[in-house]
């Protein structure tokens, strides 16, 4: 118990928050390696995400390819690259990216094919183009689940982002290595509080937007919701 109080001590002490070994400057630097991550993850995953779940094309094959990438061991793969590209930031980023592309690429999927075909089908008959499908129906009606990719997707590199420590970069991970080598447990502990807090605060806000974004009939459980609002305007289309 003395331990977690040493751990709050050093977090809340003002002298540990500034400076270049600071808990400041070194959590702005694990957000921003976080958020660049996750930035090249969704480039990536999302449009194919999207792709597949429209077109239900190549489905099988992506989620193979997913399944494998996330049985790589991060560390070791962002050591086997070092050595061929030398330390510095973008073998990190790269790296982080593989372990975001999964769960961002299943939550757009699965939140495109978690849409009503009726629902689908009658906006076709309404005369929507697929584009207009797309962004129009099942983006709104799958964000919830899109969102939720994203959700698991920033825990994972959040947590995870503490690697860049053991390979010449700083951030929250840095307090790991500084306070086991210094044989100052109450900083390592202080560093895994401040990452968990970290990944705690983004869920959290993620969640309330993950909230927001559902559409009412999709919150009470109502699959499809829409359905017969295009199925009355097929019908005037055709009378």
Do not use: C
């Not at 840095?174 to 100052?184: S, T, Y």
């Not at 969640?207 to 019908?235: K, N, Y």
């Amino acid at each position: 118990m003395n331990l977690l109080f040493d751990a709050f001590a050093f977090i809340f002490d003002p002298a540990n928050l500034h400076g270049p070994r600071g808990i400041l400057p070194r959590l702005g630097d694990h957000v921003f390696y976080s958020g660049l991550s996750l930035l090249v993850a969704m480039a990536i995953g999302l449009p194919l995400g999207l792709l597949i779940g429209h077109t239900g094309k190549g489905r099988n094959i992506v989620i193979a390819l997913s399944g494998a990438a996330r049985a790589l061991p991060t560390l070791g793969l962002l050591y086997f690259i070092i050595l061929f590209t030398g330390l510095g930031l973008w073998p990190l980023v790269f790296v982080l990216a593989i372990l975001a592309v999964p769960p961002i690429l299943a939550g757009a999927y699965s939140g495109l094919e978690s849409v009503n075909r009726q629902t689908i089908d009658a906006a076709r008959a309404v005369g929507m183009t697929e584009w207009q499908i797309l962004w129009k129906v099942e983006i709104p009606l799958g964000l919830h689940l899109i969102i939720g990719g994203l959700r698991s997707a920033a825990l994972q590199v959040i947590a995870t982002a503490t690697i860049a420590a053991y390979v010449g970069l700083t951030g929250l991970g840095r307090f790991l290595p500084e306070g086991i080598v210094g044989r100052d447990y109450a900083m390592t502990l202080a560093g895994a509080i401040l990452v968990a807090g970290l990944a705690l605060i983004v869920d959290g806000a993620l969640a309330l937007v993950q909230h927001i974004a559902t559409p009412r009939g999709v919150s009470r459980g109502v699959r499809g919701s829409s359905t017969p609002v295009f199925r009355r305007r097929a019908v005037e289309r055709t009378t």
